[in-house]
Structures are given as C-alpha cells and as structure tokens.
C-alpha cells in the first residue's frame, strides 16, 4: 500500500529537512496496521529517519520529523535536526516548519512502548498512548498538541494545526532515505516521448500478424534471421527470448535458464526458435549468448566469429579459452543462413550507471565489427519496471516516463546509436500470466529488431547481385 502523502508534500518535506532528494517508504499506518504501539515500534523502531504525519477529518496535515531512529527504551532522545511541522489546514496548503528549539534538542522525541510518537517535553505533539480503535469513521487518539515548549511554533498556536482536535483519519510514518523519488506521471496530461498506435488488444494482435508473417527474402536462401543477443552478465538477455516465447506459446515459459548469478548463468549459445501454439516455427532465431565480463568471456575474435555464423548452436562458451578454427563443430563456410543479420545489445536500465568501463569498451570493440560489416545495432533496454513505480504497475506508460526517456538517452549516448534504436522493454520474470502491456512493448522491439534484420538482407541481397552483374560482366568481356 502506498501512503497519503503526496509527491508535493515530499518535496516541501524534503526542502525542510534541506539534505538533498529523499525518498519515503511507508512503514506504518494506523488504518492497515492498527493504532497499537508496540505496532508502531515494531515497524518504526531502528529505522533511521522517519517522518510522522496526521491527517484529521477537516483536512489538515501535520506531524513531526526526527533525523534519530524510534526505540523502545523508555527515553528521550536527542535530535537537533527534528521539527514538527504543518502541510495543511482545513484542506488549504498552510505551510510551516516548527524546529526543535536550541538549547531543548535533548527531549526532541520520547521512546516508550507503550506510546506512539511522542515529540517534545511539553508534549509539544504527543499522539497516542496505548491502543485506540476506530470509530468507523476516524480515530479519536488520546493525545494532544501543546505546541511551543521544547518546538518553537512561531506564534502558531495548536488550534490552528489541529482544529482543537487530535481525531484523525490516518496516522502514517514514513521512513525517510537520500535518493531521487520517481516523478508521478499524470496519465491525461503528459505527452508521450515516443508515440506508438495504442494499447489495445488490437493492436497486440498486429504486432503478432506481423511477426507470424515475417518471412526472409526468398532469392537470398535464408530460412531465418538470426538476432545476436548480446550484453552484460545478469541484463535479461535470455529473459527476452522466454518472453518472446512465452507471447508465442500464449503461457508463461523458461526454456532458457535464467536468473541471477555472478558469472553468466547461460553458458551455451544457444540459437532458440519460437513457435506458435499449432507448433509452426516462426522465421527468426534469437541466439542467445554468455553475459560479458570483464576479463574473460566473449572477446573480440569470438564475436567476429558469432557474426560470421562459424560458431554452431549449443556451443559450450569456455571463458578461458578462446574458440578457433579447429575446435570441434566450427562452421568453416558458413552461408547466408548462418551469419547474424541484426545485432542486440541488451542493457539493464537499472544498472546502467554503474556499467564498468571495461564492458562498455568490450561492446564498442563488437559494434565496430558490426560496423565494418553494415550489421544493424538495437539496444534492448530492459527491467525499466525499475526505474519507476508507475511503469512498475503499469507497463503501458513508458513512453510517458520521463525516467525511461532519461535512460534512453543515456544508453544511446553510451553506446553512440540513434535514440530510436533504444528500444525499452519489461521482462516477463515474476508474472504467472500473461500482460498485454507487457506483450505490446516486448513484440513492438522485436517487430522493430526484424525490420532491421530485412534491411541488411536487403543489403546482402543488393550486394549479391551486384557480385552476380559483375561476374556475368567478366564472363562476356573475356
Ligand atoms: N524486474 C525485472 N527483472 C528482470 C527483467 N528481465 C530480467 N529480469 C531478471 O533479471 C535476472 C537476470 O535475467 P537473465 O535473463 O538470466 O539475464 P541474462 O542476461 O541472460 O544473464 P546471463 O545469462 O547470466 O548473462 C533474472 O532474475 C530475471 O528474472 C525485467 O525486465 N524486469
Ligand atoms: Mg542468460
């Protein structure tokens, strides 16, 4: 459950306590939790900094901050950073910051088991003592606001916080922790970054008919387009392919192992096929590889070799040893069918500042090979249910998220292509079934990925017959 407080009332909460961005967590609320005291220790005790808010029936908001933890030691507390404070009075923002007073920092929070939060000596803000239950409507706590004594009120007098009162309708605490809260996102009001039709089981089973359909250009002799899938340790690479299958097989699958180890938990590369329920293969492989590491795994010569299709399916990676001509199975001619048609750097989005510089250099020395070679590069941007919680419980608002749009800037910079081959998406990994929003985003990458894979057949159908004419051409001068 999430609490009342409003993203306006954090950010002035987090100017008063004015040590940078916060977040709050929720720890306790009477209405969930019950107006117990032991209760209220039991989730607020040793926490660190928390924030206590009341809400009462005429619509004021108030509380009290303390920098120090809740315990149940029977004491009182030291805290020079503490203030009560009020957000709102009968329903209108009133603003107002009460600071521990100098000189009274000493008796700043009193720590009893059998109270609630209790702020001040004077019993400048005390809320409850021992259980109160609910009136059906509000609770009437047992305690009150004698504000002044050891908080300076600034001529504010308690009547004017609480309407001569201490009934409310919810009392909340909220731990308090440094880090960038995700902004909400209003659903009516924002653009999207990036538009797409709509989110609709229509248009899901476009996307479907649209991939069902893809077939390889005929003259080129190619049964499938192979995706290199691609990228660091843990990012969600075979996460994609059980996705993919999973939309396919209209159920949930994990035909590729996935989880999270330190070293790569795939070992094989392993070329997968995805069928439709009837059991008809579709016409593409996503070949799925070992998570790059630093200083071993995947390096330069044997990527070359997965572009060049010599490497064949089920090879065991062996990160200490390098794949040459002569192990056994390498594909010595590949033809057309073997080679990769479309490369896939799969990146977490949650972790993409803290990639190492070494990985980012490993997958810059791949996509100058790819380079050289005309393959097309997408980056897949997963696990972007993390960056917000609005996408977290809703999926469909990614393109509304300015902190998806954040990282896919920053993923397009890291590895220099163009934002509109960032493609986010979310994983199915906790889900018992399936999400249309989920399948949308995931099935719009990958229509997005055969698009690309066509437009380099294309290129290699141009250049064949390019080679063709000038053979032809030889053949008549001579
Ligand atoms: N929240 C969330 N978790 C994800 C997502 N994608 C993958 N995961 C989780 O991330 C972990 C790693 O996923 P894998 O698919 O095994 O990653 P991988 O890139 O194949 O990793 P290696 O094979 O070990 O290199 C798993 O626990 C997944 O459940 C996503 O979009 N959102
Ligand atoms: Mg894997």
């Known amino acids: 459950m999430d609490g009342k407080l409003t993203d306006n009332d954090m950010d002035q909460?987090?100017?008063?306590?004015?040590?940078?961005?916060?977040?709050?967590?929720?720890?306790?609320?009477?209405?969930?939790?019950?107006?117990?005291?032991?209760?209220?220790h039991q989730k607020c005790d040793n926490q660190g900094p928390t924030v206590t808010v009341l809400y009462n029936p005429q619509g004021s908001v108030y509380g009290g901050y303390v920098q120090v933890s809740w315990n149940s030691n029977e004491q009182w507390m030291n805290d020079t950073s503490a203030f009560l404070y009020q957000l709102r009075f009968n329903g209108n923002e009133k603003p107002n910051k009460f600071?521990?007073?100098?000189?009274?920092?000493?008796?700043?929070?009193?720590?009893n088991s059998s109270y609630g939060p209790l702020f001040g000596y004077g019993n400048d803000l005390r809320t409850f003592q021992n259980t109160v239950n609910s009136s059906g409507i509000y609770f009437a706590l047992n305690g009150h606001m004698n504000i002044g004594y050891s908080y300076d009120n600034k001529g504010v007098t308690a009547d004017q916080i609480n309407n001569g009162h201490m009934n409310?309708?919810?009392?909340?605490?909220?731990?308090?922790?440094?880090?960038?809260?995700?902004?909400?996102?209003?659903?009516?009001?924002?653009?999207?970054?990036?538009?797409?039709?709509?989110?609709?089981?229509?248009?899901?089973?476009?996307?479907?008919?649209?991939?069902?359909?893809?077939k390889p250009i005929p003259d080129l002799k190619v049964t499938d387009a192979r995706i290199l899938i691609i990228g660091p340790v843990g990012a969600g690479k075979s996460s994609?392919?059980?996705?993919?299958?999973?939309?396919?097989?209209?159920?949930?699958?994990?035909?590729?192992?996935?989880?999270?180890?330190?070293?790569?938990?795939?070992?094989?590369?392993?070329q997968y096929k995805v069928k439709v329920k009837s059991g008809a293969p579709l016409n593409f492989r996503l070949c799925d590889t070992r998570g790059l590491e630093e200083s071993q795994g995947l390096d330069v010569f044997e990527c070359n070799y997965l572009?060049?299709?010599?490497?064949?399916?089920?090879?065991?990676?062996?990160?200490?040893?390098?794949?040459?001509?002569?192990?056994?199975?390498?594909?010595?001619?590949?033809?057309?069918?073997?080679?990769?048609?479309?490369?896939?750097?799969?990146?977490?989005?949650?972790?993409?500042?803290?990639?190492?510089?070494?990985?980012?250099?490993?997958?810059?020395a791949?996509?100058?090979?790819?380079?050289?070679?005309?393959?097309?590069?997408?980056?897949?941007?997963?696990?972007?249910?993390?960056?917000?919680?609005?996408?977290?419980?809703?999926?469909?608002?990614?393109?509304?998220?300015?902190?998806?749009?954040?990282?896919?800037?920053?993923?397009?910079q890291l590895l220099g292509l163009p934002r509109a081959n960032v493609l986010p998406i979310k994983n199915y990994e906790n889900e018992e079934e399936l999400d249309e929003n989920i399948s949308i985003l995931a099935l719009l990458a990958l229509r997005k990925i055969l698009n690309f894979a066509e437009d380099f057949m294309d290129h290699m159908m141009d250049k064949k017959e390019e080679e063709q004419r000038g053979t032809e051409k030889l053949k008549s001068e001579n």
């Open 13 to 40: 909460l987090e100017q008063w306590i004015g040590t940078g961005p916060k977040t709050f967590k929720l720890l306790y609320a009477i209405t969930r939790d019950g107006c117990i005291p032991t209760t209220f």
């Open 240 to 270: 994609f392919f059980n996705t993919i299958n999973s939309i396919f097989r209209g159920r949930i699958t994990q035909k590729a192992r996935s989880g999270s180890a330190e070293q790569s938990l795939t070992t094989a590369y392993t």
């Open 99 to 111: 600071p521990i007073k100098s000189g009274n920092s000493q008796n700043a929070l009193f720590c």
């Open 307 to 364: 572009l060049d299709g010599n490497i064949p399916n089920y090879y065991q990676f062996n990160p200490t040893t390098q794949i040459t001509p002569k192990t056994p199975g390498f594909i010595a001619c590949p033809t057309a069918d073997d080679v990769i048609h479309c490369a896939v750097f799969v990146l977490d989005a949650s972790t993409l500042e803290i990639l190492t510089s070494k990985i980012i250099e490993k997958m810059k």
């Open 168 to 214: 409310v309708t919810e009392l909340e605490v909220y731990k308090v922790e440094d880090g960038k809260r995700s902004k909400p996102i209003k659903k009516e009001h924002l653009k999207p970054w990036r538009k797409i039709k709509s989110w609709n089981e229509q248009f899901l089973n476009e996307l479907t008919e649209d991939i069902v359909s893809f």
């Open 366 to 412: 791949f996509q100058n090979i790819m380079n050289q070679k005309g393959i097309p590069q997408i980056i897949l941007l997963t696990k972007v249910d993390k960056l917000s919680k609005e996408v977290e419980q809703d999926v469909s608002l990614v393109f509304k998220s300015p902190e998806v749009e954040e990282h896919v800037g920053k993923a397009s």
